[in-house]
């Protein structure tokens, strides 16, 4: 059974607007949090990550937000721009060693 | 620095072959790992190294088999392929995990087809 969960596979925004994408995990001893960027015939780069000692961080247009009571994070990409198109993999570990990855949701910017 | 690179790009097997898949780092990371990614299923650990000599078990270990004689290359070998290996395949690679998470650099995959 998924330990991380992208229940989105797509999403599509306007140039611009705002992307929030989702993640939701079942393991509460994962610690510490991320964010994958992957382009077609490439491999995924890193983008954000979050510690569980905090709630939000923030890298320029993109914040991560941790709500751990609900298991839940997000990222919020402001202002969607038509490069950010591409599909984002959350992952999450507790261990260090060990990554757990979500099925991935393929964001659409339109311009 | 060339980053991680992986060796072939495409690989079409026929059931029961064995292969090596190539993968190698130039940036002095002492972590290592290899995924692979399925439609629906997102990218899942297979095998791990937090440095030479020493290896562990992913998720999803069964009928792959690793080793890790040197800092730069971690070769992950099928020693009788199935079509459920039909995937593709990332090695990831960084500076450390061992008291801290680092962020982990991808090479661009390798496409295996299992007939």
């Known amino acids: 059974d998924q330990q991380v969960k992208q229940n989105s596979p797509s999403l599509s925004v306007q140039e611009g607007r705002i992307s929030i994408l989702n993640c939701d995990y079942t393991?509460?001893?994962?610690?510490?949090f991320l964010w994958y960027k992957k382009y077609p015939a490439e491999g995924p780069t890193f983008l954000i990550s979050i510690s569980s000692i905090k709630d939000k961080n923030e890298d320029g247009r993109f914040t991560v937000f941790l709500n751990k009571s609900a298991k839940h994070l997000s990222l919020h990409i402001v202002p969607s721009q038509p490069g950010d198109s591409a599909v984002y993999f959350c992952?999450?570990?507790?261990?260090?060693?060990?990554?757990?990855f979500g099925s991935g949701t393929k964001l659409n910017v339109k311009p | 620095n060339a980053g991680v690179t992986q060796t072939p790009k495409f690989q079409v097997l026929k059931t029961g072959q064995s292969m090596t898949l190539q993968c190698a780092q130039d940036?002095?990371?002492?972590?290592m790992s290899w995924y692979r990614q399925d439609p629906g299923m997102g990218l899942r650990l297979i095998h791990y190294?937090?440095?030479?000599?020493?290896?562990d078990q992913g998720e999803v270990p069964n009928g792959y088999n690793v080793s890790r004689s040197t800092t730069e290359d971690f070769p992950l070998r099928l020693l009788s392929a199935a079509p459920s290996q039909t995937s593709v395949y990332f090695c990831a690679s960084s500076l450390t995990q061992r008291v801290s998470y680092n962020e982990q650099f991808f090479g661009p995959g390798t496409r295996l087809t299992v007939l």
């Open positions: 393991n509460s001893m994962f610690d510490y």
């Open positions: 940036m002095n990371h002492e972590y």
């Open positions: 992952a999450a570990s507790y261990n260090f060693n060990k990554f757990y």
């Open positions: 190294s937090v440095g030479a000599g020493i290896t």
